[in-house]
């Protein structure tokens, strides 16, 4: 795998150690939402000023360790957990900092599952990433919002764990399936599986939103977490988590002449010590640019015994990722 110009780095927030910052999403005014997976925590990043890093604020504990995050209409937004498996529903409209939030349960799923990332299919369907199970699940909300069922959309070999890959720790084998994004224009569901390092996608009707066809490899032999699409370049940003490292990969027909390379972490940077997700800024010229990224500090790891870790554990962050430094920074 080669490497590519690095892209730009700059810290947004900081989280104390052993904090798994697991996913993210951006809200229209450019402020953040951080789900923090070990502490079972929803936090809020003020909107990054180009300054100095902001200081983030806890929103809620939840019952189960945090995982997904998922926008459905303007600041309501779906957080999935995971031991218990659930579906909570956000509704941050006219919400301050430091005021309390009560989510509403929308979905409770039986054991085992392994909710993991979650993306928008169409409006009022979500779709979540099994690691456990090996599954995406569809989640159909009903018109209020407040209550959903759920089915399995697809099933394939490819989302399983896989036990055998050397790479354990306490909290069991790696993930299967783990992050899940929807290419819209393309009507493309792409994801990760993170234990048997692939990714992969599949053709989705437009009109019932099912797959078509059986998925296919985009890439292997990354041990990939999260990612960002950026369909008019025909790439996508991997965050490799335990590897730290975000790799770019060519998806599609805009992406004529690029390589699957390293953007960034390599060489090593502090700030990008465990990249575990990443998303799109909401500014108007932030699409395919300016990405923000969550870490957990070398937490995960050290707890999977990765080759090259110096066992340091430091603080997570939110960092801002700009993938054409040449371009002025918003």
Request: aromatic share 8%; with cysteine.
């Amino acid at each position: 795998m080669t490497t590519a110009a690095p892209a730009g780095i700059g810290p947004i927030a900081s989280f104390p150690p052993h904090f798994f910052l697991e996913n993210l999403a951006v809200r229209a005014d450019g402020s953040i939402l951080v789900t923090v997976l070990n502490h079972k925590q929803l936090w809020y990043v003020p909107t990054p000023s180009g300054g100095p890093p902001v200081t983030p604020v806890l929103v809620h504990t939840v019952d189960g360790f945090a995982m997904g995050i998922v926008e459905t209409e303007p600041d309501i937004f779906y957080v999935s957990t995971v031991d218990q498996a659930t579906l909570e529903r956000f509704d941050m409209r006219g919400w301050v900092p430091v005021a309390p939030v009560t989510p509403t349960r929308v979905l409770t799923f039986d054991q085992p599952a392994g909710l993991n990332g979650a993306c928008l299919l169409a409006p009022r369907v979500i779709l979540l990433a099994d690691s456990l199970a090996g599954v995406i699940w569809r989640v159909d909300l009903a018109d209020d919002g407040l209550t959903a069922t759920a089915s399995v959309w697809l099933h394939h070999h490819s989302m399983a764990p896989d036990p055998d890959n050397g790479l354990t720790s306490p909290l069991g084998p790696q993930p299967g399936i783990n992050g899940i994004r929807h290419a819209a224009r393309t009507n493309v569901v792409y994801y990760t599986s993170t234990g048997q390092k692939v990714f992969m996608r599949v053709a989705v009707d437009p009109a019932t939103h099912t797959p078509v066809g059986q998925p296919e490899v985009v890439a292997a032999d990354i041990t990939a977490d999260d990612f960002c699409i950026d369909e008019n370049a025909g790439v996508a940003y991997l965050t490799t988590h335990t590897d730290n490292s975000i790799v770019r990969v060519p998806i599609g027909a805009g992406a004529e002449g690029a390589t699957t390379c390293v953007v960034a972490g390599d060489p090593f940077n502090e700030q990008l010590v465990g990249p575990s997700s990443a998303v799109w800024g909401r500014g108007p010229a932030d699409y395919g640019h300016i990405a923000y990224v969550t870490t957990d500090g070398g937490h995960t790891a050290i707890a999977y015994h990765r080759p090259g870790s110096d066992e340091i554990i430091r603080p997570a962050r939110v960092v801002r990722v700009q993938f054409d430094p040449e371009r002025p920074a918003r």
